[in-house]
């Protein structure tokens, strides 16, 4: 299946979301939420503990669908940064397993992952 690539997810998430397959995370990254905004309920996603620039064939992660999305804008204290708000998604994601890349492929600015649903004895992830 093709997917795009959710990167850079804590492994404490990642765990999170394979002991309870329902979860609800808070992104923030630019680069993820970029992302998301190319995404729609029912879609499928790849969230891998990778960067971006590190993710190649082989790299491991989980496959999600996502159930729920909302978008939203935070204040932040002025004191932390040099913005005054922040755009944050909250998307509510089930598990449907775990997957390995065998293809990355650049579409425009999004980059796309052919992944493989994996066994859990064929992930190495941990």
Known sequence: MEVLILA???RRTLD???RNPY???EIRSASNVFVLEHLKEGDRVFLTYETL?????GTEGIIAQILRMEKMEQRILWEESDERE???CRVQLRLVGLGKVIEIRREGDL???RVREMLPHEMAMG
């Open 111 to 113: 980059i796309k992952a």
């Open 16 to 18: 999170q979301l394979l």
């Open 53 to 57: 620039q590190d993710i190649t064939k």
């Open 8 to 10: 850079g997810i804590t």
């Open 23 to 25: 979860r609800t995370l």
């Open 86 to 88: 922040q755009m944050v």
